[in-house]
Structures are given as C-alpha cells and as structure tokens.
C-alpha cells in the first residue's frame, strides 16, 4: 500500500526558512519523478518543485532561486528546503508523483501545514 507522509511544516516569519520532507513507501519511489505541491485556501493544489528519477528539478516561477527539492533514493525520501518564505506561501504542502510526467498520482497523505506570518 502507497504511503506518502509529509513532515516539517511549522509557523515561520516571513524571510524565514523550514525544510520539509516526505517518506514515501509501498512503490519504486526511486524510478519516479516526484513533486511538492501545495493548497491555500480558496485555491487549487498546484506543483511547485519537482524532480526526476536522475535529480533534474523544475520550479513554479514564484519559488525560484528560494525553494530547492531533493531526494534521497537510498532513504525513500523527497524534501524541500525552503528559504526567504512569503506570506504567500502559507498552504498545506503535500508530496506526490509528478502528475505532469506520469498522468496521475498516489493517493494523497495528510500533508503538513506551513504558515508564513509576523
């Protein structure tokens, strides 16, 4: 059975940073292409970063150069590390397959909250 649990989430002040990270298990995590998404309220859950099976990454134009995904194929695990955080930003952030390579994704997990806020 897929598991994607997410991890890291927290309050931070805008400029600040959080890392989080997602432990997949149940699949071949190390052959897929993976992504952070995120949902705020009142809004789509969109992609943000994401990274091949080889490490190529990708970013939404409003995270570039502040958000850097990686992943460790040997541990099962995919992060974000997110740096000069936005009140923008503030959303439940969830990981999952790249749904814009492979068409479609695991079940979701429960996600993990991050608030940007003074």
């Known amino acids: 059975q897929v598991q994607l649990v997410e991890s890291g989430g927290g309050l931070v002040q805008p400029g600040g940073s959080l890392r989080l990270s997602c432990a997949a298990s149940?699949?071949?995590?190390?052959?897929?292409?993976m992504g952070w998404y995120r949902q705020a309220p009142g809004n789509q859950r969109e992609l943000v970063a994401a990274?091949?099976?080889?490490?190529?990454?990708n970013y939404k134009d409003s995270v570039k150069g502040r958000f850097t995904i990686s992943r460790d194929n040997a541990k099962n695990t995919v992060s974000l590390q997110m740096n000069s955080l936005k009140r923008e930003d503030t959303a439940v952030y969830y990981c999952?397959?790249?749904?814009?390579?492979?068409?479609?994704?695991?079940?979701w997990g429960q996600g993990t909250q991050v608030t940007v806020s003074s």
């Open positions: 999952n397959l790249d749904i814009s390579r492979m068409g479609y994704s695991h079940n």
């Open positions: 149940g699949f071949i995590f190390s052959i897929y292409p």
């Open positions: 990274i091949t099976d080889s490490g190529t990454t």
